[in-house]
């Protein structure tokens, strides 16, 4: 099956940039999604990219997607307090099964 | 905005009951799925449900999980026999034709 993974922790400073990285095996996978979750919520849609995409732009969140590399990244410009929660990226093979990896729970302080 | 919608939030049950858990999906989606994640570790694929019947099952889906949609709102994934390692948040999503799936907030579950 898919394989994703991520690193598992950001500390980042209120008002700087947050970047979380992730990687995959599936080279046929066709979207790429990212989720938020805050403590003891559940999976917020944030944003995807298509498979066919370098770079989508949604507001404050910037994805990059490196097809060649399978690496997949998201951009949080002016990082605020409310930002702090996992973000978890995960990938749709073909037969539309997620898969997720571990998550990576970002911290900002003042 | 529509969103998928889980109960109960949170279910404690003895070792070896059956539970139920229930999900609203968006209404005019036709895809449903149910997902877990054991605390501290990764979402995970237990099954996807289509046109009345199972499309995809993960092998952590064996005889003792079953899926229903009993009539044109709910899904439900039932346990019929808990063991202690069934604990964990079980997320439900649905999607439309698009591939996008939505998650709801999920079941905080605890066997004890």
């Known amino acids: 099956g898919e394989d994703v993974e991520q690193s598992l922790f950001l500390s980042v400073r209120e008002g700087d940039s947050s970047v979380i990285n992730c990687t995959y095996t599936d080279s046929s996978s066709t979207y790429l999604y990212w989720y938020k979750q805050e403590p003891g919520a559940g999976l917020q849609l944030l944003t995807y990219?298509?498979?066919?995409?370098d770079m989508k732009q949604d507001q404050r969140l910037t994805v990059l997607l490196n097809k060649k590399d399978k690496h997949l990244s998201l951009r949080i410009a002016d990082t605020q307090t409310g930002d702090s929660a996992i973000y978890f990226c995960?990938?749709?093979?073909?037969?539309?099964?997620?898969?997720f990896g571990a998550g990576t729970t970002v911290t900002v302080r003042a | 905005e529509p969103e998928v919608t889980q109960t109960p939030s949170h279910q404690v049950t003895q070792m070896g009951q059956e539970v139920i858990l229930r999900c609203v999906p968006i209404?005019?989606?036709?895809?449903f799925y149910w997902y877990r994640q054991i605390l501290g570790q990764k979402v995970e694929f237990l099954v996807s449900?289509?046109?009345?019947?199972?499309?995809?099952k993960s092998e952590i889906f064996d005889d003792q999980f079953s899926v229903e949609r009993p009539d044109g709102s709910n899904f439900t994934l039932k346990i019929r026999s808990t063991k202690l390692e069934d604990s964990a948040m079980y997320f439900c999503a649905s999607r439309e034709e698009q591939e996008t799936q939505y998650f709801g907030p999920g079941t905080r579950l605890l066997v004890l």
């Open positions: 995960a990938v749709l093979s073909n037969d539309y099964k997620l898969s």
């Open positions: 209404s005019n989606h036709l895809y």
């Open positions: 449900f289509y046109n009345n019947e199972i499309s995809e």
């Open positions: 990219i298509f498979s066919n995409m």
